[in-house]
């Protein structure tokens, strides 16, 4: 399973920025889809993610500025990021979580798949 994640670029502090992650390939279900960030130096961190029921878990640094979201058909993911800071410049990365196609369209072999990132810079 391949992601690609886009919609980083340049923005001003307060503003907003929409991420999308795009899941290709065959697969049977998705358990869950996050969302996760590394600034230079600093490790990976998670950011927000989506189960397969729908819950969402967003880190503190973030609740109530950023929401994550499926799309239809829910192999795409959506971080939309609002009220940007200087401190959420970073590398976005997408996780996808879930089940290959077994035999007779059973669940399979789990997958887990990582996106190339996109750059999200927040300027002063």
């Known amino acids: 399973v391949q992601l690609q994640a886009s919609g980083g670029g340049l923005v001003q502090a307060g503003g907003s920025l929409l991420l999308s992650c795009v899941a290709s390939?065959?697969?049977?279900?998705?358990?869950?889809t996050a969302w996760y960030r590394q600034a230079p130096g600093n490790e990976r961190e998670l950011v927000a993610r989506i189960q397969r029921n729908g819950d969402t878990t967003v880190d503190a640094s973030v609740k109530g500025r950023f929401f994550i979201s499926r799309g239809n058909p829910k192999n795409t993911v959506y971080l939309q990021m609002n009220s940007l800071k200087p401190e959420d410049t970073a590398v976005y990365y997408c996780?996808?979580?879930?089940?290959?196609?077994?035999?007779?369209?059973?669940?399979?072999?789990?997958?887990?798949?990582w996106g190339q990132g996109t750059l999200v810079t927040v300027s002063s």
């Open positions: 996780n996808m979580n879930g089940f290959l196609v077994g035999e007779g369209w059973s669940p399979g072999r789990n997958f887990n798949s």
């Open positions: 390939g065959e697969f049977h279900s998705i358990s869950s």
